[in-house]
């Protein structure tokens, strides 16, 4: 088990933006060879997939964050980013980064997202 930690959510205004961060302290090198995605989760709802990134830099995202998110990876600091423009109300959530199947499905503990309209 390879233990993620998220950082960087927060509350904000509708239409604003924040950035999330994904990590493995114990393991970072677990950031840079393998997939990586955000998932978000409403308490009493179920996690939703939001994006995906992977080990090649390829991207996808969910039709309801397409053009307003950002996925990425810094290498050399082992992170992966989730960049949030234009935020709205129903984006509020905590978000979750994962490791991919392949990578032993590990997940973190999440960041809270707050959206306020």
């Known amino acids: 088990q390879v233990q993620l930690q998220e950082s960087g959510g927060g509350s904000v205004q509708a239409g604003g933006s924040l950035r999330l961060t994904c990590t493995a302290p114990?393991?970072?090198?677990?950031?840079?060879?393998?997939?990586m995605e955000w998932y978000r989760q409403v308490e009493g709802n179920q996690r939703e997939w939001v994006s995906f990134?992977?080990?090649?830099?390829?991207?996808k995202y969910a039709d309801s964050v397409k053009g307003r998110f950002t996925i990425s990876r810094d290498r050399a600091k082992r992170t992966v980013y989730l960049q949030m423009n234009s935020l709205k109300a129903e984006d509020t959530g905590m978000y979750y980064c994962?490791?991919?199947?392949?990578?032993?499905?590990?997940w973190g503990q999440g960041t809270q997202v707050t959206v306020s309209s």
């Open positions: 994962k490791t991919s199947p392949n990578c032993g499905n590990n």
């Open positions: 114990a393991f970072p090198i677990t950031i840079n060879i393998c997939n």
């Open positions: 990134i992977s080990s090649s830099g390829d991207t």
